[in-house]
Each structure stands twice: as structure tokens, then as C-alpha cells.
């Protein structure tokens, strides 16, 4: 069987992952970048959110902004930081925590993930202010990126197959089966069909 070489690790079929590296280096910059990637989706969320939300943005005092021409800083700031605020609180728990497992465990693998899926799922969940809900966040986003991180992050059981299927290239001339062939004899007006 065909195999593709890109420096990836082994799924639980024995299978290498094509487009899933696992992040090395020091705790600290690991950290630092899942919160810095983490900032900027949750910017993106925040002004999407501020832009198409039909709902009028309103100041700490109560005052609806219906003129957006006139419209203060302070409430759309809070708008777009409060996601940004959030995912990137998410990431770093998750980065960190799964570092930290790793450096105990000494072991790369799912279980990591599972550890830090729940500590992400647990910042998620803090922000209901209710302990059953953080708990159950904590859990299901833990088991959904252990899951994640078990199975490889590939959907496609065979990527050969799939990129000669996506970009594999036909000959130059096409060749026609015998009874094609045969068929075009027998009716020369069509045979340029």
C-alpha cells in the first residue's frame, strides 16, 4: 500500500496523520501561542458579532446606541473583547494544561489532550457561574478532544486514493472501449460524439 511521507504520527489503526503535527517546544511559548491564536479568532468572533448582531450595543449605564455614527468606544471595545478575552483564556488553559500533563507523564499523546480539553471546557463552562455546567463542559469538550486527537484529525481513510481521485490526470488521448468503438462503426454519422 502506498503511503505519503510528511513527518506525522501514528493513529490507533496504525496509521500516520498527513495534516496534524503536534506542537513542540517549551511550555511557555506553547502557551503564549495558543493565547495570541486564541485573541485573534475570538477579535474575529467579536466583530462579526458586533457588526451582524441585530441587537443595539448599550453602554454601561443602560443607553441604547442606535446611531452607529455616534456610538461610543467603550461599548463596542466590550463587544469585541469579551470573545477575544474568552477563546484566548480557552486556548491558553488548554495549551498550558496539556504541556504541564505532557511534562508529567512524559508521554505525547491523547490522554494529554483529554486533560487539557477539560481544563479549556472548564474556562468555557466558568463563564455560566454554575459548577454543573462547568462540569459538564469540562467533560465533553475533554472527550471531544480526546476523540479528536485519538482518531487523528484526517477524515479520509485513504489520501492516495483521495488525491489521485482530486488531482490525478487523464491521459492525453482518451481511449475508447471496443464496444464504443464497434458502436461508432456501425453509425458513422455520430461517430464524433
Given amino acids: 500500500k502506498p503511503t505519503m511521507t510528511g513527518g506525522g504520527r501514528i493513529n490507533w489503526a496504525g496509521e500516520e496523520h498527513f495534516a496534524y503535527s503536534r506542537p513542540s517546544g517549551p511550555c511557555l511559548e506553547r502557551t503564549f501561542n495558543a493565547i495570541m491564536t486564541g485573541a485573534a479568532a ?28 455616534k456610538s461610543e468606544f467603550r461599548p463596542i471595545l466590550r463587544t469585541v473583547a469579551r ?10 488553559a488548554f495549551s498550558s494544561t496539556e504541556c504541564l ?59 492516495v486514493a483521495l488525491h489521485h481521485k482530486r488531482f490525478g490526470v487523464l491521459p492525453e488521448k482518451h481511449v475508447e ?15 464524433s460524439l
Fill in 42 to 69: 475570538g477579535t474575529f468572533f467579536g466583530t462579526a458579532q458586533a457588526a451582524w448582531t441585530p441587537d443595539p450595543i448599550t453602554t454601561a449605564a443602560g443607553k441604547t446606541l442606535t446611531d452607529t455614527s
Fill in 177 to 191: 472501449s471496443e464496444a464504443v468503438a464497434r458502436m461508432k462503426e456501425a453509425y458513422p454519422q455520430h461517430e
Fill in 83 to 92: 470573545p477575544a478575552l474568552l477563546f484566548s483564556a480557552a486556548a491558553g
Fill in 101 to 159: 500533563a505532557e511534562s508529567f507523564r512524559g508521554k505525547g499523546d491523547a490522554w494529554n489532550s483529554l486533560i487539557g480539553g477539560m481544563a479549556a471546557g472548564a474556562v468555557i463552562g466558568a463563564t455560566t457561574r454554575r459548577a454543573d455546567i462547568m462540569t459538564s463542559a469540562a467533560f465533553a469538550m475533554g472527550l471531544f478532544i480526546f476523540a479528536l486527537d485519538y482518531t487523528g484529525a484526517d477524515t479520509v481513510r485513504d489520501p
